[in-house]
């Protein structure tokens, strides 16, 4: 029982940096939704205009289904595409885990705008591919590879976020017991039936988390959309950037980031209700 | 399929992952030495002088040093205050906790720049001047969710009967958190440090708001986007950021190599050390395992 | 637990050597690096401006330096005028700011900066009166124009057979998929008004709204991507995704044209876009007359010529032209003396017309 007084200590951190700097300013936020312009004292009345203004477009909303879409697809296939390299690291890379773990994650130290340029000149009409390509005689006049479309901005989001989303898995992987796992096979499983039935439901806690890292941010996304989407991969992430670092309308953006916050708060408590986050998390 | 062939088979794999990551950075650092000024093929010849260029400005090495400043400190911060929360939230059971943990995972929810936008003007009222630490204080709010949750996920397979057993055998609860606790989820404390510090090296959009006069790599490098001609002075500077962290891995693997001479015979098995889950190996275990312990370990708190 | 702790102590040491190296540097500078920002600092020793980034070179301000060395020029950078607007707007504290003309008006109504007394600045009489007007507001001059340039439209002639002639021409099918219009609903909004001679797009009725609406939609088969930087477009041209790009500046051009890419500056029928940016001085300066200095600096003809060489824009002083690169005078037509009238100048614009461009152009975005 006497421990329970280090609770305070353990949890007043965290209360006291994200009350400040986080709650403070969300609330902020909210108060702002409600408000006839961004800035001065005759702006500074309660109006439900943008409340009219978000609902009243069909656009908006319709956009945030097709965001979450997108921001899903990208999730999942970059969970896909990172486990096997997470089991590489806990499993097979021994003494240079840590290592790869760095090698795995400098890439994303490097600007993502930078990187982008620089699949332009893998995939662009001059580029190596398409250099490649016309050498070959399979094209006349080149053009961009899946360069401007929504497939290019999901390609480019998994390719980005999958070292974020390597990492949870990693440290989940890393805590199975191998005793586990050599008991499985002294009992006769073979490598896929140990896979399933003991290290993949053992690193769900991992995944749970390197979904949370992934969906929710790529949702706000919109650097991504804007270099990689063409006329068709806009993200909400877009319109709400376009309110506040274009039009300078903070009440509608703010209204339009309070409606991604509740939207995937919605989404989590399903989520969380669905696979039961609580079994692994207190396991 | 064999063992040794999925084993081969995932090495493949991972390889090609590497190539995937890498081939774009190889790239930027062949036209960082291109005398064109446009990020396009054919090349046009060799030079130096971007790096000339870079050399002759010093505002763009100052904004890659207050970048570097800038991650380390506030991930050291967000590790430290998201680790501690992390060890309260997954011991202690309270009124309040999936509150709280829903309070602490909202900032991953937030687009970024309007958590900017809230923060500045939030400082603006309390008179706070801009500077990194503005910055810096946001970084750490944006990072918090993510070092819970990698923290936590550890967490969630150590048995909080190994601290219990410490304290029995006379060591305090700090004593037996630093001796203990710290030691076994040290992995995930560096994955966490680790994602954040890049999180931090990369982030621009809050950034943006809450920087004063003093810039970072991202919001230098969004100024001169306007400029053309300026783009390969950047791209230079981003070959010697990718020279540099090549360096830190090779100098993290030399160290490794180090420690491992002079400690004969070991053997590495972090992951499957068994002290380290608190658990016995027995060969009895059913391998449907996923109910393991649940249950069986009652929390710190009582 | 002994074989955990040699890991443990491991990362314990990398980690350790990594603080070790980065940690004092944090600890030890705050004061002179992290927190050196915007304090207010008694007395004239420094002059803080928000600007561009890149307009901090030394040879645009030659005679404020020799004239006082001492004093320490501080540079915030924005990358959008919103953002500057933004900043100012929460009270960060300059002297000297820099936003472009379709903002001024929204500096002026907020009480962000001060009338200039146009006298106490020797080179004001050079400055070309039609680029002076945009910074005039009820009879007083709050913005002192300095550079400016064209926004045209850029052709790779070795692609296209027909190089369009006029902003309408954009429309033509012949540039399915290869077109590229800037991401920003002001720009989309006069483009689309020039284009359907509709004569000022700052003030529009709801009638030309729907047109305007409507013309854009109708270019989206032609678009391949919306551009949003010049780095970025200057790759797409060079590269040939982009064949034809609207509302693109003169350096991209003259930086296109010097890597060897076949490019043409189209000056189009209904006259070119231009745009101007110039300084204001922060209605809470600290150092007002240091602003006066600075500003009579940037106007001397040979630091707005320095300006015009390095960056390929124009700038607001008449006789800096005389000093400036020949080729620059001929291809801001300098040499023609009606090409300012011709020119389509972005003029300041209410905020309210700002958010309704703004959703109008999200609307046609996110059309299917």
Redesign the interface.
Known sequence: MRQRRWLIVLMSPLALWLGLLFLAPLATMVVFTFRAGSFGPEHDVFTLENYRTFFGNPTYSRLLLSSAWISFVASVLSILLAYPVAYYLAFQAGAHRLTLLLVIIVPAWISFLLRVFAWKLILGSGGLLNIVLMAAGLVDEPAPILLYSRSAVIVALVYSYMPFVALPIFVALQRIDRSLIEAASDLGGTGWQTFRDVILPLSMPGVAAAFFLIFIPTLGEYVTPLLLGGTEGLMFGNVIQSQFARALNWPLGSLMSLAVLLFTLALLAVFVRLVRLEDWVQA | ???RA??SL??F??TL??V??????F??IV?SFND??????PL?GFTLKWYRELWDTP?LLRAAW?S??LG??SS?VAT???A??A????R?R?AGRNL?I??????????????G????????QI?L?????TVG??H??IN???V???V???L???DANLEEAAMDLGAT?LGAQWRVTL??T???L??A???SF??S??E??LT??L?????T???????????????PI??AM?SV??VG??L??VF??W??RR??TQ?TN????????????G?R?????R????A???GSTPR??? | MRRHTKLYNRIAFVAAIWLAIVLPAACGQPAAEMGAAPETQAGADSLTILDWAGYDAPEFWTQFAQAYPDVEVDYTYFEQDADALAKLQSGFQVDLLHPCSSWWGLYVDAGLVQPIDTSRLKNWPDVVPEMAKLGEFDGQQYFVPWDWGYESILVRTDKVEEIPASWADLWDPAYAGRLSIPDSAEVAQVMAAVALDIPNPWQTTPEEDALIKQKLLDIKPNVLTYWTDASELSQMMASGDVWVAASVWTDTYSQLMADGVPVEYVDPAEGRLGWVCGYGISSNAQAPDLAYAYLDAILDPESSANLSNQFYYGTSNRKAFELADPALVSLFKLDQPDVLQQTVFYQTMSAEHRQKITEMWDEVRLAP
């Open positions: 399929m064999t063992a999925w084993r995932n090495l794999y991972v992952a590497a995937f990551l890498y081939v774009p950075l790239l930027l036209f064109g000024a446009t990020l396009a093929f046009s505002e207050n570097v400043l380390a400190v050291v430290v205050i998201g501690m929360a060890v309260g939230l997954m202690f309270f709280l829903m309070a602490a995972m909202l900032p991953l929810v937030v687009p970024s720049v309007v958590l936008v809230t923060m500045l003007m939030g400082f603006a008179n001047p801009l500077s990194l630490w204080m946001g750490v709010v918090l969710p993510v819970i949750l990698i936590m996920a550890r969630s397979g150590l609860y030691p076994l040290l992995p995930a560096f994955a440090f680790l994602t890049t999180t090296f990369d621009f959009a943006f708001f920087v004063g006069s003093e810039p790599l991202p919001t230098y490098l969004y100024s001169q986007l306007r400029f053309p001609t300026r783009l950047v791209v981003a950021v990718i962290s090549f830190t891995v993290t693997e160290l490794r420690g491992e400690q070991r053997v590495d098995s972090l992951a499957g050390d068994p002290a380290i889950d658990r190996p027995g060969p009895t275990m391998p449907n395992a996923p393991l312990g649940r710190g708190g009582k």
